[in-house]
């Protein structure tokens, strides 16, 4: 393994740039994680599904709006402000889905937490192959034929239709900056400031703190708690549709199980910044995609994954809360 | 919910009521039935698309590591996500020191293959030990992908393509037995359709390596059964049920959990070794993550604790994928939602330890109680 520092210099800019681009979607989906587990203390497995399903959610927009190659100007930005919506609802939709099938009736029941996770797991099989076999279930319906742009080749990547130029902003060192750079990681920051505000000063907001701090208590004071965490999941699914959509304006491809890998890496970035944090969420996030960057720079981008899990171990083992503490929650031991 | 409970708890009470000989000779009889079961042929019970033989060796694989994975989530509640990590540490260290990089015969790697594993589980463990629950989980999770990604990017251990050739045990052909035929709906002898015992290549092989597993099955089995029940188990229940009481009532529980943990590693090694025998090929496909989640998931299912609960769970996670292999495509996705209606409709397992049984009643009675109602006029459904 030879360590290669000298590309890391001369790249320092580009890979900072790019890899906080990254570090943002994984930050957007990993507040889908941390609140979840602020509120239930349960690791939500299956949320990266609600991620895959608002990539294809982008996707099936564009194609559904007529999106091609030589698709530009406003009318592309037009539709790319469609598919953030449909993105954000489809994703939200699964999340509330997700809640009411998978996770309620144990709750209800007081189920040990470990069951939860498998029942997550179970979830998130569901969802994902679902979508891989989208083709057979089409065709039980005899519709295969109807639907062959949005359900053909299945266990494919499938790409968005349209072309995004890339255009060069501002020039930082030797890396210019590109519109989609600065999109993704502009977006994601809004995105963030604007539910770290309304967690914190809303009244909705107040009632996710309550239950979070104390579900007993705040039901004695007449928070209703289901609601709260219907509400949990569907602000983690809105937030999961954005970097859905972000992510698609990035990468620009997806694929039935792309939501796992990416859904390992932001709970992972949950983790890093103190799970239950929301500001955590942001740092962990961003922190993890410039690290993975930089690391796969030293050592070669083979190991990317590696040192993201490195970070995390090394991490944990010297702050076994994350970067910034647990906070939505109460602290645990 | 709780039919199905009373009466797992009656008939484990009664077992417990026989006398010590029955007992011993009724356990007799059940591993004999397991030691003929590839040649019986059951009508219904036979994979009918693919190799029964086969399947019950993967079966037994499976049993093997969800024997391991229940020392540490089922006895010391340990939630580990990445314990396919120690099933590879075992197969590559066969894989490696029998083809790769030396030639020792199979049977003396195995011993050293379980020492490695028990040392890698040592080494994991020692750092991540100190984070606990949910933290844990991921921390493992992480370790299990550097384990799986490491060999992918490792050419001295075969990279992505793994490695293959991997050398069996000597054969040892000493006699073949027959296979029961049932076609005329009476069980007879078919002396035609013969399986040779002893022989750990080519076809018919399956059934050896089976026998094989069986064996070591019924060893880790009294083992466990001996750690479950002396002052190690009990530090064990004492940890997981509250880590501070433990420590507070003397109970090094970091050396515990680490125990439970190395002991996990020597167990899952020790099917990784068995699986790479059989397969005489291992890459890193056959280590990923999901894997992982799968043998939790045969714990979690079975009933974590109670070692015959994490068998009947293995078995099922295994046995019905392949008994519907007509379903193809659809299995994956029919398997998540058995998942799902499992952990709803029984959260303890399939078959609880019979202490969770006593403690999940004793909780409803209290609720009941609490409640001001009469537990028999509500009694859960």
């Known amino acids: 393994m030879d360590l290669n520092f000298g590309f890391l210099a001369d790249n320092f800019v580009a890979l900072t740039v790019t890899g906080l681009a990254l570090g943002s979607v994984y930050a957007l989906v990993a507040l889908g994680y941390t609140m979840v587990y602020g509120v239930l203390q349960l690791i939500n497995f299956a949320h990266s599904e609600v991620f895959m399903y608002g990539t294809f959610a ?25 598919a953030l919506v449909v993105a954000m609802t489809v994703s939200a939709l699964v999340a509330l889905a997700l809640e009411k099938f998978a996770y ?12 939860a996770l498998i029942s997550a797991i179970g979830a998130s099989f569901v969802l994902a192959e679902a979508m891989g076999l989208r083709g057979k279930i089409a065709a039980a319906f005899g519709l295969e034929d109807d639907l062959r742009r949005y359900v053909g080749r299945s266990r494919d990547a499938a790409g968005i239709p349209v072309e995004i130029d890339q255009v060069g902003l501002f020039t930082i060192g030797d890396y210019t900056v590109t519109n989609v750079d600065a999109l993704v990681i502009g977006a994601a920051l809004v995105m963030m400031v604007a539910l770290d505000q309304f967690v ?17 208590s705040a039901a004695l004071m007449g928070v209703n708690s289901t609601r709260v965490v219907q509400l949990t999941f569907l602000l983690g699914g809105i937030m ?25 890496k932001a709970f992972t970035a949950a983790v890093l910044g103190g799970i239950g944090n929301l500001r955590g969420a942001l740092v962990g996030g961003l922190v993890l995609g410039v690290a993975e960057n930089w690391g796969s720079a030293i050592i070669g981008t083979e190991w990317k994954d590696v040192v993201a899990f490195v970070l995390l171990v090394v991490i944990l083992l010297f702050r076994p809360t994350g970067l910034l503490g647990e906070s939505l929650g109460k602290a645990r031991v | 919910m709780n039919r199905l409970s009373s ?30 079961l590839p040649v019986l042929n059951l009508p219904g019970l036979s994979t009918p698309d693919t190799d029964f033989g086969g399947v019950l060796f993967t079966v037994s694989v499976y049993v093997l590591v969800a024997l391991g994975l229940n020392i540490v989530v089922g006895y010391a509640g340990l939630l580990d ?32 293959a379980v020492a490695v594993s028990m040392i890698s589980g040592v080494l994991l463990g020692w750092p991540t030990l100190r984070v606990r629950g949910d933290y844990l989980a ?103 049920e509250d880590e501070d009481a433990a420590e507070l009532m003397g109970v090094p529980t970091f050396r515990f959990k680490l125990l439970a943990f190395s002991m996990g590693a020597f167990v899952g090694g020790l099917a990784g070794a068995l699986f790479a025998g059989r397969q005489a090929f291992v890459s890193p496909q056959s280590f990923a993550l999901l894997l992982s989640i799968l043998f939790l998931a045969a714990v979690v299912l079975g009933g974590q604790g109670n070692r015959w609960g994490v068998i009947v769970g293995a078995a099922l996670v295994v046995y019905l994928p392949e008994r519907f292999r007509g379903l193809e495509e659809w299995r994956v996705l029919v398997f998540g939602a058995v998942l799902m209606i499992l952990a709803i409709y029984r959260p303890q397992g399939l078959l609880p330890p019979t202490r969770t049984v ?8 209290v609720d009941l109680d609490e409640r001001g109602l009469d537990g028999k006029e509500t009694a859960h459904g």
């Open chain 2, 358 to 365: 006593r403690a999940t009643r004793s909780e409803e009675q």
């Open chain 2, 81 to 112: 996500l990445g314990y396919v990590g120690f099933y590879a540490v075992g197969a590559y260290t066969v894989a490696v020191l029998t083809t790769e990089h030396a030639s020792i015969p199979f049977l003396l790697v195995i011993p050293i």
């Open chain 1, 58 to 82: 982008v996707i099936w927009t564009l194609y559904f709006m007529g999106g091609t190659a030589q698709t530009s100007g406003m009318s592309l930005v037009a539709m790319m402000a469609v």
């Open chain 1, 240 to 264: 999961a549709g954005a970097a859905a959509t972000l992510y698609m304006v990035r990468i620009g491809a997806t694929r039935f199980d792309a939501g796992f890998l990416l859904g390992v």
């Open chain 2, 138 to 240: 991921i921390v493992t999770l992480g370790f299990g992908e550097i384990i799986r990604l490491t060999l992918v990017n490792s050419e001295w251990l075969g990279g992505a393509a793994g490695i293959s050739r991997i050398q069996r045990p000597a054969d040892m052909p000493m006699f073949d037995v027959p296979q029961l035929d049932w076609s005329t709906g009476a069980p007879l002898l078919d002396l035609d359709d013969t399986v040779p015992f002893l022989q750990f290549a080519g076809p018919g092989s399956q059934y050896s390596w089976y026998w094989f597993a069986l064996s070591i099955i019924i060893v880790v089995l009294f083992a466990d059964k001996l750690i479950k029940d002396s002052r190690v188990g009990r530090a064990w229940e004492a940890t997981r």
């Open chain 2, 7 to 36: 009466f797992n708890l009656a008939v484990r009470q009664r077992f417990a009521a026989m006398p010590k000989a029955l007992r011993l000779l009724f356990l007799l009889a059940v591993a004999l039935f397991f030691y003929a």
């Open chain 1, 200 to 216: 914190r000063r809303s009244r909705l907001g107040r009632g996710v703190r309550a239950v979070a701090q104390d579900p007993e």
């Open chain 1, 104 to 115: 309620r009736p144990l709750i209800k029941r007081k189920a040990p937490r470990l069951i």
